[in-house]
């Protein structure tokens, strides 16, 4: 019997910020109703880690999951992300464990607040517009465990990537840089 190679194919970290952004971009933009009165716009939070295992800094949010039957690996197929992406963000709440290589984790989680005097004031930047998923995941960008942070604001549609303690911001008409729709 002749085996065949294994031959599998990783995004890089950077590439998976950037598919993970623009998927949130794109269900940001896709909402029309951002500034009616009384409208929840969807919201979503990813986080990106090294490894597979949050036990240490996230507790499991109930019945909040991912739904792997529709995209378990994000680079497989963008359809399958985005319906899954959608019907995560209308209807669930809590983050998104994305691993390194690009498996989704079937359960949601809260990731837990950093115990007082593990972050230094100077190492994080916070913002007075941050709520508090925004300022989970600024806080949660400074774990060593954690690559990134992507955030929708279900306000006002705002996209946020969040690394290392700090943050890069891009208001909902800011989206989508070159392929951005005039408004």
């Known amino acids: ?59 499991p949010l109930g019945e909040n999951v991912w739904p792997v039957e529709t995209c378990r690996v994000v680079t497989d197929d963008l359809d399958a992300l985005v319906d899954a992406a959608e019907s995560v963000a209308f209807a669930r ?27 230094d004031d100077d190492e994080v930047e916070y913002a007075d517009w941050m709520g508090t998923k925004h300022l989970s995941a600024v806080e949660s960008s400074v774990r060593e465990e954690v690559l990134a942070a992507v955030t929708l604001s279900e306000e006002t549609g705002r996209v946020t990537v969040f690394e290392d303690g700090g943050f890069i911001d891009f208001q909902r008409a800011e989206l989508g840089g070159l392929w951005r729709p005039s408004e």
Do not use: C
């Open 93 to 119: 709440d809590g983050a998104v464990v994305l691993s390194a290589d690009g498996t989704i984790q079937e359960q949601m989680v809260r990731i837990k607040s950093p115990n007082a005097g593990t972050i």
């Open 1 to 59: 019997m002749v085996s065949k190679p294994l031959h599998v194919d990783y995004a890089t970290v950077p590439e998976l910020i950037e598919l993970v952004t623009y998927i949130v971009e794109s269900i940001s933009l896709g909402f029309d109703r951002w500034n009616e009165p009384y409208v929840r716009g969807p919201s979503l939070y990813f986080v990106l880690v090294s490894g597979t295992h949050t036990g240490d800094y996230a507790d």
